[in-house]
């Protein structure tokens, strides 16, 4: 196929592709956008980053957890009844924590459960609709790409009008952003033509036989074992951000380092996406991750706002390529009729890593100072890589499709 028809434009000149992703951008935009607020939100109210750490925690565990029941509830009912019932059930318990971010502990943790419990799954949809509009190959590989980037600028963007608003306005009012968000976005991806026709098996005539279980394929799960250390890292920037910055006393620098990491993280997938690599994505995965790791341990313990901002650039700069060898190599090693349950898997993993970034990093504040803390962080993603990585090298299989 011509360079030309491989481009990223050409993804987006596919027919209805952009009526369905550009609405998934903005509502993942909330979810850029409520992490941060909740931490401005609850650390104002509490006065500890730990209690914040906990809930954000508590919600990306319950996340993680509800994953496979969105999933195969999508599967079933389609993605309009579906995602409509959770992005109305994720803006009202968003709202519910910014009117009770004073109560008892249980109380916030009870309602970041359900916030976490009914996070819309934009991003696994709208990769469904890549798989369904997009052949094999080249072009797919990068939608994939351009999905990925499209979700770091997310966290570019809204982590700086989360900020601003928080700093001018008020918390709750970044908060009340990220349910717009929320709500526009589902409204206009579950009335696109191709989110339309993914109206679920219920009530089929004849059921397909269901392909192997990604799990049950040899070396699918060390990849998505491996795939929590980037989450961890992700987590765990989410709350230094906010930390770093109270320790400057400028809340506006935590928008402006995790604008800065998802910028550069997006540069770094759009790079990755236009490279015609020939090692195996499983290799590829093991040298992009430790070097995200060692950037942001460094970064750590050099301390100081110019090598946050600097550090923060460097480690994003490998953030996107890491995550996007990540689900190439699951799609590689899954039959093509569970591949949404193989990407279901990626997004688990990832966001249990989240979970527990920001729970490790929160807890390391109340002993460290938050540059200590963030290197400290740095262990545990290196650990899991570490016993990974003997499986990973093992792989023969997960090339690239376009150098298959």
């Known amino acids: 196929m011509p360079t030309e028809h ?19 951008v903005i509502g993942r935009l909330s979810l850029a956008t409520s992490g941060l607020a909740l931490v401005f939100l609850l650390e104002r109210s509490t006065g500890s980053f730990a209690v914040a750490g906990v809930v954000i925690a508590t919600l990306g565990i319950a996340n993680v957890v509800a994953t496979p029941w969105r999933a195969r509830l999508i599967d079933r009912r389609g993605q309009t009844v579906v995602l409509t019932a959770l ?14 971010a004073h109560a008892e ?81 589902a409204a206009l991806f579950v009335t696109s033509p191709l989110s339309r026709e993914q109206r679920g098996s219920h009530g089929a005539d004849q059921a397909e036989a269901p392909g192997r279980s990604p799990l049950r394929t040899r070396g699918f799960l060390p990849v998505v ?113 569970v591949r949404t349950e193989a990407n279901g898997w990626m997004d688990t993993a990832v966001q249990f890593g989240a979970a527990l970034g920001a729970a490790v990093f929160g807890a390391f504040t109340d002993v460290a100072e938050p540059g200590q803390a963030l290197a400290m962080s740095a262990v545990v993603p290196g650990v899991i890589i570490a016993i990974c990585a003997p499986f990973l090298l093992r792989s023969r299989r997960s090339e690239l499709p376009e150098q298959a």
């Open 105 to 185: 502990l249980p109380v916030l943790l009870c309602l970041g459960a359900v916030a976490g419990a009914s996070s819309p799954p934009f991003a696994t949809s709208m990769r469904v609709l890549w798989s369904m509009a997009l052949p094999p190959g080249g072009l797919r590989t990068r939608a994939l790409s351009l999905d990925a980037v499209a979700g770091e600028v997310t966290y570019a963007v809204g982590p700086l009008l989360t900020a601003f608003l928080a700093a001018a306005v008020d918390p709750f009012a970044s908060l009340l952003l990220s349910v717009g968000c929320v709500a526009v976005g």
């Open 225 to 337: 074992l491996a795939m929590v250390a980037p989450g961890i890292v992700l987590g765990a920037v989410d709350i230094a951000a906010p930390a770093v910055a109270a320790e400057q006393s400028s809340a506006l620098l935590s928008g402006v380092l995790l604008a800065l990491f998802a910028g550069a993280s997006a540069i770094g997938g759009l790079l990755y996406g236009s490279m015609q690599l020939r090692s195996l994505l499983e290799r590829q995965l093991l040298v992009l991750t430790p070097v995200l790791l060692l950037v942001m341990a460094a970064t750590g313990l050099v301390g100081g706002t110019v090598v946050a901002l600097i550090g923060f650039v460097l480690s994003g700069l490998f953030l996107a390529p890491a995550l996007i060898a990540g689900y190439l190599a699951a799609n590689a090693r899954a039959d093509a009729s």
């Open 6 to 24: 491989l481009s990223y434009r050409a993804v987006l000149h596919t027919r209805h592709v952009a009526r369905s992703f550009l609405p998934s």
């Open 87 to 100: 992005s109305l059930t994720y803006a009202a318990s968003l709202v519910a924590l910014g009117l009770n």
